[in-house]
């Protein structure tokens, strides 16, 4: 229920930003992946061209393929029910399978992903049309809507010095990128350059002469 009326706040952030009831009905069944979702109606909404929203959601989404790799093992899911249990892969779902038993991992796993998947999609669709109901969604400001979920999501990831330097190098990328790139493109350069040092600080916590000088620059 919790996570359903998040639902809410992406219906009237959809409808707000031009998308037919229609249209952000099939995101909410089809993506089924809130900040993709989030992602791809903020590009849209800012003006930004279709694909690189797609592209911008698909990139955030991808974290969802890791954990179909390291759920597939506890559920061992076959048939029919493959596709079903991979279209209900999500933070929720994976939260409620991992470090359980069989039994009560399977449980957990489709009785989370289904009550997200019905709560989710009715509150998308409440949310829409309570939205319309308005002559002007845009009074509500609910522009604001996407960036302080996405504030919501990081913030508790925000415990380490890594974290805060990748934080600062990501905000300073996009400053310089949002004025001369095309509205959704500079994510995915943020999320390119983020990614790169990330395998460079992978190498060097790997790489036992780095490691070892930069232990003995400390001391």
């Known amino acids: 229920m919790a996570t359903g009326t998040y639902g809410l706040s992406f219906g009237a952030l959809a409808v707000a930003a031009g998308l037919s009831l229609p249209q952000l009905c099939a995101l909410s069944s089809l ?28 990139l955030l989404g ?37 470090g359980r038993p069989p039994g009560p991992a399977k449980l957990g796993f489709w009785t989370a992903g289904l009550a997200v998947f019905a709560c989710w999609n009715l509150a998308t669709l409440a949310g829409a049309l309570g939205t319309r109901l308005l ?52 994510v995915l350069v943020v999320a390119v350059v983020t990614a790169l040092f990330g395998v460079m600080i992978a190498r060097r916590a790997s790489d036992p002469e780095l490691v070892d000088h930069s232990q003995r620059g400390v001391l």
Do not use: C
């Open 62 to 98: 991808s974290r969802n393929a890791l954990y179909g790799l390291h759920l597939a093992p506890l559920l061992h899911v076959a048939g029919w029910r493959r596709p079903v249990a991979a279209h209900l892969v999500i933070d929720e779902s994976t939260a409620m399978t991992v």
């Open 31 to 58: 993506m089924f992946t809130g900040a993709s979702q989030f992602a791809m109606v903020g590009v849209v909404a800012a003006g930004g061209n279709p694909f690189a929203g797609a592209a911008t959601a698909a």
């Open 135 to 186: 002559s002007d969604p845009r009074v509500l400001g609910l522009d604001v809507v996407a960036p302080a979920a996405f504030l919501a999501l990081l913030a508790p990831r925000m415990v380490t010095g890594q974290a805060w330097v990748v934080a600062l190098l990501s905000g300073i990328v996009a400053l310089l990128a949002v004025p001369i790139l095309p509205a959704g493109v500079p």
